[in-house]
């Protein structure tokens, strides 16, 4: 059971080592975190798939650095391991593309680094392998000369990583920015067969730590208890926050005097884009027979009979709009790079993806015309309570 003050993936720091085969990236990743984090070996190709490791770097703090895969990798198979190294790009926040500094940056480098400048993602251009040069390194700008062996130059990239990892994240909150200290909030936790056994899951963790760290008291109960607890509160509470698939029957027990909103549309402003979201629910209006709907999830779990993404949002979207759509899914890693083959994309609330890469995937639908829109936000929808659910935020 994970406590309640670790970081999970999502919210640590994303740092990516890339590069050529052979230019010393795993060698790299291992001088940083002082740990054997990567397999190094003189032989190219060594690293395969991108190997992450969650750990804690000074003065940075919690962060996850992935070491990839050689983006020269040869042959069927290497594309497909370089398509990896490049699909990581996706959830970095900080790059490091690793060089060998006796060599010229190749075009393949080159070609990295105007995808991090397309990208924007905050990069450092390490050239490794400095003990073997004999004379003085000519360096350019954002280059810093490495060494695995000696370790020089390595605890100067990692104040540089850490300069830079600081401006790219700004701190951000799920809801305690609108709330004050002293406030009562309560949070409607259904405990049922979709709950893992002997915790809660992500966003209500998220929710609730963030809620205590700030001071602000927090009521849990679930739906059926609702109508008891109220009636034994002295006055009510500022926020009701409920799981999306019993926002019908909270919506039904909690007075509207009282702002109501669920995990999933806080998650939709957290990491994701809000207005977009809300945009793509009314594009269910347009919904025909033979369309194409793409449900995504960012985690992989087992499904249940009554599984929300397979089971009842397709459910849900056929009683809606009257029509027997095509539903097509992929859950973790695995999202389309052409989505317009969709006439709709409906997303999980992104929990365990971050920031960067639920905003990518975002930013894909809306540039190819396709509406997106997350669980919570469709759910609310479909049963005419969008509204009621969004007007806390406008306050």
């Given at each position: 059971?994970?406590?309640?003050?670790?970081?999970?993936?999502?919210?640590?720091?994303?740092?990516?080592?890339?590069?050529?085969?052979?230019?010393?990236?795993?060698?790299l990743v291992n001088a940083v975190t002082n740990q054997d984090v990567s397999l190094v070996s003189p032989v190219k190709g060594t690293t395969t798939d991108p190997v992450t490791k969650a750990m804690e770097i000074l003065p940075l703090g919690p962060v996850l650095i992935t070491d990839t895969p050689g983006i020269d990798d040869e042959g069927e198979l290497g594309s497909m391991r370089a398509g990896r190294a490049k699909k990581a790009l996706e959830k970095t926040d900080v790059a490091i593309l690793a060089a060998d500094i006796s060599l010229p940056l190749s075009d393949e480098d080159k070609e990295l680094v105007e995808f991090f400048k397309e990208k924007k993602i905050p990069y450092i251009i390490a050239r490794?392998?400095?003990?073997?040069?004999?004379?003085?390194?000519?360096?350019?700008?954002?280059?810093?000369?490495?060494?695995?062996?000696?370790?020089?130059?390595?605890?100067?990239?990692?104040?540089?990583?850490?300069?830079?990892?600081?401006?790219?994240?700004?701190?951000?909150?799920?809801?305690?920015?609108?709330?004050?200290?002293?406030?009562?909030?309560?949070?409607?936790?259904?405990?049922?067969?979709?709950?893992?056994?002997?915790?809660?899951?992500?966003?209500?963790?998220?929710?609730?730590?963030?809620?205590?760290?700030?001071?602000?008291?927090?009521?849990?109960?679930?739906?059926?208890?609702?109508?008891?607890?109220?009636?034994?509160?002295?006055?009510?509470?500022?926020?009701?926050?409920?799981?999306?698939?019993?926002?019908?029957?909270?919506?039904?027990?909690?007075?509207?005097?009282?702002?109501?909103?669920?995990?999933?549309?806080?998650?939709?402003?957290?990491?994701?884009?809000?207005?977009?979201?809300?945009?793509?629910?009314?594009?269910?209006?347009?919904?025909?027979?033979?369309?194409?709907?793409?449900?995504?999830?960012?985690?992989?779990?087992?499904?249940?009979?009554?599984?929300?993404?397979?089971?009842?949002?397709?459910?849900?979207?056929?009683?809606?709009?009257?029509?027997?759509?095509?539903?097509?899914?992929?859950?973790?890693?695995?999202?389309?790079?052409?989505?317009?083959?969709?006439?709709?994309?409906?997303?999980?609330?992104?929990?365990?993806?971050?920031?960067?890469?639920?905003?990518?995937?975002?930013?894909?639908?809306?540039?190819?015309?396709?509406?997106?829109?997350?669980?919570?936000?469709?759910?609310?929808?479909?049963?005419?309570?969008?509204?009621?659910?969004?007007?806390?935020?406008?306050?």
């Amino acid at each position: 059971m994970m406590s309640l003050n670790e970081t999970v993936s999502a919210e640590r720091i994303h740092i990516g080592f890339f590069g050529m085969r052979n230019a010393g990236k795993s060698s790299l990743v291992n001088a940083v975190t002082n740990q054997d984090v990567s397999l190094v070996s003189p032989v190219k190709g060594t690293t395969t798939d991108p190997v992450t490791k969650a750990m804690e770097i000074l003065p940075l703090g919690p962060v996850l650095i992935t070491d990839t895969p050689g983006i020269d990798d040869e042959g069927e198979l290497g594309s497909m391991r370089a398509g990896r190294a490049k699909k990581a790009l996706e959830k970095t926040d900080v790059a490091i593309l690793a060089a060998d500094i006796s060599l010229p940056l190749s075009d393949e480098d080159k070609e990295l680094v105007e995808f991090f400048k397309e990208k924007k993602i905050p990069y450092i251009i390490a050239r490794t392998k400095s003990d073997l040069l004999t004379g003085k390194a000519e360096l350019a700008e954002n280059e810093i000369a490495v060494s695995s062996v000696t370790r020089e130059g390595v605890e100067e990239l990692k104040e540089a990583i850490g300069r830079i990892a600081k401006s790219a994240k700004t701190e951000k909150f799920v809801i305690a920015d609108l709330l004050d200290e002293g406030d009562c909030v309560m949070l409607v936790i259904p405990i049922d067969s979709s709950a893992p056994k002997g915790r809660i899951i992500l966003p209500q963790q998220q929710v609730l730590r963030e809620l205590l760290d700030r001071h602000i008291s927090v009521i849990c109960c679930q739906p059926q208890e609702i109508k008891g607890m109220l009636s034994h509160l002295y006055k009510e509470p500022d926020l009701v926050i409920t799981d999306s698939q019993a926002f019908e029957k909270v919506a039904g027990d909690v007075p509207v005097s009282i702002p109501l909103t669920s995990f999933s549309i806080l998650f939709a402003r957290y990491k994701g884009n809000l207005e977009a979201l809300v945009s793509g629910a009314k594009a269910l209006a347009g919904i025909k027979t033979g369309d194409r709907i793409l449900i995504s999830e960012g985690c992989t779990h087992h499904r249940q009979c009554e599984d929300i993404g397979t089971v009842k949002i397709p459910g849900m979207i056929k009683k809606y709009t009257g029509a027997e759509p095509a539903f097509e899914f992929t859950s973790g890693g695995g999202f389309p790079d052409d989505l317009s083959p969709y006439s709709l994309v409906v997303h999980c609330g992104g929990c365990m993806l971050t920031e960067k890469e639920m905003m990518n995937r975002i930013n894909g639908a809306v540039n190819a015309g396709v509406p997106i829109v997350n669980y919570g936000v469709l759910m609310a929808y479909i049963r005419g309570i969008l509204p009621r659910s969004l007007a806390f935020f406008d306050k």
